[in-house]
């Protein structure tokens, strides 16, 4: 009896893969990523420093989707989010290909004064 084979894992494609093609119509994240976008988070994107100093921040609702999905998805552990970043499919979508840090996350979700404009968008994206 044959055996089912998949395709082979180092195949040359004429174009780069897109991420969002892998993703299954009516997934969470599809849900996710359109209900962050129409979000006006202006209030949480002026309190991001501008200075030019270090590393440019990860844009809010990046963060913010990756914490909504992260919660939805039974991991509240910032460490947890970044590993899924790197594993996750769905998550590496919403994170836009990009990997932040355990840190980056957990800062986000203590920095002053951001938690409760979070929370009322939390309460915007459940009801």
Known sequence: MPFRTGLP???AFLLPP??????PP?????????AVDG???????NTFHKTGAGAPAYHPKTLL???????LTQRFSSR???TACRKDLAMMWLAHRT?????AIAECISSPGIPQ???KHFLTFSN
């Open 9 to 11: 894992r180092d195949p």
């Open 18 to 23: 897109r991420v969002d093609e892998w993703i």
């Open 26 to 34: 009516g997934h969470l994240a599809w849900v996710i990523d359109e």
């Open 39 to 45: 979000m006006d988070l202006t209030a949480v994107e």
């Open 65 to 71: 989707k990756l914490l909504t999905s992260g919660y």
């Open 80 to 82: 947890r989010t970044s």
């Open 99 to 103: 990997q932040p840090k355990h840190s």
């Open 117 to 119: 404009k979070k929370h």
